[in-house]
């Protein structure tokens, strides 16, 4: 009798079957592939991804300029001046956040979230596959966003690496918050409630067409609170040198919040909610 062939030595222990979740090197490679498919997934349609996005904020630029440019100074700058920065913010932010959350809902509702579960991709793979490339959305349409809203303004530089710190700060929060919003979500309508009730709100209170320091003192009290104010304020600061609070409390408050998301999410896909379950 032949003699029984013997399985090569390459395979793992468990009969040629990787763990779910996967090693390292299978979380390397996974995470790469992941994070190339949602960057391509997103350039792909560049037109609605980058160009709307940009257009959107070149008319808020055109409107509020056209009716507040010359009657309203903030922090001491002209107001075309200082809403600029706050328009690249705020697109950045909500782009960020558009990236990982619609992709994974679409994903849900398709059922080709299974495609993207099945290899061995470790949760924390996962995650950063998505939220880079969430940032990596964010930041070019805020640079797509810059360069057209730039030439009405006399833009300055003061501080450029606080421009870069909380660029990718910002990005790196709303990028988890979308794939918490999307692990949450079931339907499209789920998602657009995440986002229109609690995203928008926050985005649009936060000091991009004003300084909290024209508001009420209650309101002021109540805008600190808000994440997104200091993501936007430490922005600003990074231009002009200017800002409602100091950058290193916007950098504090917000790298706290990234780094609570962060866990929050991480326990999330470490536990399969919704995508396993």
């Known amino acids: 009798m032949a003699p029984h062939a013997q399985p090569p030595a390459s395979l793992p222990p468990t009969g040629g079957r990787c763990p779910p979740w996967g090693g390292p090197a299978a979380g390397l490679i996974g995470f790469w592939t992941l994070f190339y498919k949602e960057v391509l997934r997103f350039w792909k349609v560049g037109f609605q991804t980058v160009a709307a996005p940009v257009l959107t904020a070149m008319l808020y630029l055109l409107i509020f300029s056209h009716v507040l440019e010359g009657h309203v100074r903030v922090l001491g700058l002209p107001y075309t001046a200082f809403l600029v920065p706050g328009l690249v913010m705020m697109s950045l932010l909500q782009n960020a956040f558009a990236n990982s959350s619609s992709s994974l809902i679409q994903s849900k509702v398709t059922g080709s979230i299974v495609f993207v579960l099945l290899p061995p991709i470790s949760y924390r793979a996962f995650w950063a596959a998505y939220v880079l490339a969430a940032v990596v959305r964010g930041l070019v349409v805020a640079l ?10 006399d833009l300055q530089f003061a501080s450029p690496a606080w421009i870069v710190v909380f660029a990718l700060l910002g990005g790196g929060m709303l990028g988890t918050l979308g794939v918490v919003a999307g692990i949450w979500a079931d339907k499209f309508d789920q998602l657009a409630a995440f986002q229109n009730f609690l995203i928008m709100p ?23 609170f808000n994440p997104i104010f ?3 304020d430490g922005f600003r600061y990074g231009f002009f040198g200017v800002s409602d609070v100091p950058p290193w409390t916007s950098f504090a408050v917000v790298g706290i919040c990234l780094m609570l998301v962060s866990a929050f999410t991480l326990a999330l896909l470490k536990s399969g909610y919704k995508l396993r379950t």
């Open 230 to 232: 200091y993501m936007i």
């Open 144 to 153: 797509g966003v810059l360069f057209v809203t730039a030439w009405f303004a």
């Open 202 to 224: 926050l985005t649009f209170l936060s000091g991009v067409f004003y300084s909290i320091h024209s508001l009420p003192s209650f309101w002021q009290d109540v805008s600190r």
